[in-house]
């Protein structure tokens, strides 16, 4: 069974850093794409980083510079450093494991996600 | 970037009811669109992908349609479980995501 579970959410001071941890089980982070997807409070999804079974990456714009996803092959285990952390970056973070299907990817598990608070 | 417009924003219903929640796309994109649904304090299920195809274990009630660049989501004969928020998501090169369509219980 794939479960995703995250970790390291945490209140943080604009400016500082945190690394979150996302322990997969039931598939290998190694041989799949595995995305972080945020939520601000009361708002809607917004993608934030992806590292493919190849391990490329991508992010996206809001994030570029200042978040950096990563993947531990032998814990089974996604990342996601972030740096300059500014209000804005406050959410609930959600790692999802992205199924590649004919036509696109599509986030087919998610964990139950952990929570960031940006404030000083 | 394309972007995922989905009317209506908010949506009050009956148990029994059949309602219908679009998504629009910016530009062309075939048929890669899912569908998810968000139970408040949860993390979204996928309900469909490649516009209509259901995932495995989602009831037959929800159903999708489409192509290019206008979407349908639609749940027929609404349950109490199906009271949730729901999202379109599309990937080109990076995946977005709808606003959300929040159904509420009339």
């Known amino acids: 069974e794939v479960e995703l579970v995250e970790s390291g959410g945490d209140l943080v001071q604009p400016g500082r850093s945190l690394r979150l941890s996302c322990a997969a089980s039931?598939?290998?982070?190694?041989?799949?794409?595995v995305s972080w997807v945020r939520q601000a409070p009361g708002k809607g999804l917004e993608w934030v980083s992806m590292?493919?079974?190849?391990?490329?990456?991508s992010y996206a714009d809001s994030v570029k510079g200042r978040f950096t996803i990563s993947r531990d092959n032998s814990k089974n285990t996604l990342y996601l450093q972030m740096s300059s952390l500014r209000a804005e970056d406050t959410a609930v973070y959600y790692c999802?494991?992205?199924?590649?299907?004919?036509?696109?990817?599509?986030?087919?598990?998610w964990g139950q996600g952990t929570l960031v608070t940006v404030s000083s | 970037a394309i972007q995922l417009t989905q009317s209506p924003s908010s949506l009050s219903a009956s148990v029994g009811d059949r309602v219908t929640i679009t998504c629009r796309a910016s530009?062309?994109?075939?048929?890669?669109l899912g569908w998810y649904q968000q139970q408040p304090g949860k993390a979204p299920k996928l309900l469909i992908f490649?516009?209509?195809t259901l995932e495995t274990g989602v009831p037959s009630r929800f159903s999708g349609g489409g192509s290019g660049t206008d979407f349908t989501l639609t749940i027929t004969s609404l349950q109490p479980e199906d009271f949730a928020t729901y999202y379109c998501?599309?990937?080109?090169?990076?995946?977005?995501f709808g606003q959300g369509t929040r159904l509420e219980i009339k």
């Open positions: 490649d516009a209509s």
């Open positions: 530009q062309g994109i075939d048929s890669a």
């Open positions: 999802a494991r992205a199924r590649n299907q004919w036509l696109a990817l599509y986030f087919d598990h």
């Open positions: 998501q599309q990937f080109n090169s990076y995946p977005t």
């Open positions: 590292i493919y079974s190849g391990g490329s990456t």
């Open positions: 039931g598939f290998t982070v190694s041989g799949n794409y």
